[in-house]
């Protein structure tokens, strides 16, 4: 993608690049420009050359467990800061409801009906998690930009999370992380072919959780409440903005990466939010402030969910 970063982060007044970079934890996104076979990019503004773009070609491995950026190596199951990988019995707890989305075909792949959270994981969730010594804290708990463990967050999406702990989250709760492609499918409207997951009107501050860095009245906030805007055809909310949302799909021009899909809630460039747009990342980075989870099911609810508290499903 001609060196571009999934990151709108030009500078403003008295905010140095660098330091913004640093405090984001940002990288660049996958190298290559050209649209995957398996995704489609809109026709439209948004699907301008200047959005971040990463291609894939096949899952990332789907391994339990918990795992740390430092020095592991994919496949190898790694200690939380240093401890024991925690073992014990598995506690499950309420979680979002979930949409149903009917499968089709999108380009050569032909998808089977899936159900994707209503909502992000919010910190509160995952720190249930936590609790339950399954999940590790986040890399930077208790940082500015940070959700997890800040009183008045507990409703917005977790974040500082790598695809291994948002991988152990899912599969705490008998899910899984959803492909870069099913991701796609459903907030493209499945064969409506939105540029934005709400149409193709572009982004507003009611429409999506973006430009907060940008917005004086919300400088330094971070991500929003989740649930907060941008409904999709079927009923999925915040896809756009907010946090990015790690998939199961590897980079296919770096393997070493896995995608993320639909912005978040610095990005000041509307290119970023539209349905196609992707990033990747490390899947041991667990420092930055743009990157949370949302759960995918192959099962309705009814059939994973084994408890009473668990919400009904969203048809």
């Known amino acids: ?29 996958a190298d290559g420009s050209a649209a995957p076979p398996s995704v ?17 070609s096949e899952e990332a491995p789907p391994l339990p467990g918990h795992y740390t950026a ?19 019995p598995v506690h499950r707890v309420p979680v979002t409801r979930m949409v149903r989305i009917e499968g089709g075909q999108f380009n050569a792949t032909t998808l089977a009906t899936f ?22 804290a986040p890399g930077r708990a208790g940082d500015w930009s940070a959700t997890y463990g800040v009183k008045g967050r507990e409703s917005r999406p977790v974040n500082e999370v790598s695809y291994f702990n948002a991988q152990t989250y899912c599969a705490w709760l008998g899910k899984r992380l959803p492909s870069a492609v099913e991701w796609e499918w459903a907030a493209r409207g499945r064969d409506e072919a939105r540029i934005y997951p709400w149409g193709n009107e572009p982004p507003t501050a009611d429409s999506a959780c973006w430009m907060r860095w ?28 907010n946090v990015w949302e790690w998939t199961s799909t590897r980079s296919e021009t770096d393997p070493s990466k896995v995608i993320l899909k639909g912005g978040a809630w610095y990005n000041d460039d509307p290119n970023r939010l539209t349905v196609s747009s992707a990033g990747s990342n490390s899947p041991y980075d ?25 919400a009904p499903n969203v048809e």
């Open 1 to 29: 993608m001609n060196g571009q970063s999934r990151f709108s982060l030009a500078p403003r007044s008295g905010v140095g690049l660098g330091l913004l970079a640093l405090a984001l934890g940002c990288r660049p996104a």
């Open 40 to 56: 489609v990019a809109p026709a439209g503004p948004a699907a301008a050359s200047t959005r971040a773009s990463a291609t894939s």
């Open 70 to 88: 430092d020095t592991a190596t994919w496949g190898e199951p790694d200690t939380v800061r240093g401890e024991e990988p925690v073992e014990g």
């Open 115 to 136: 159900w994707l959270d209503e909502t992000e994981v919010t910190a509160s969730q995952y720190a249930d998690c936590v609790a339950a010594h399954v999940c590790p």
């Open 214 to 241: 940008e917005d004086t009245t919300t400088h330094g906030q971070g991500p929003c409440d989740v649930g907060r805007s941008n409904v999709s055809r079927d009923g999925v909310r915040d896809l756009a903005g």
């Open 286 to 310: 667990r420092t930055a402030a743009s990157d949370g989870i949302r759960c995918a099911s192959s099962v309705s609810p009814d059939q994973l969910l084994a408890y009473p508290e668990a």
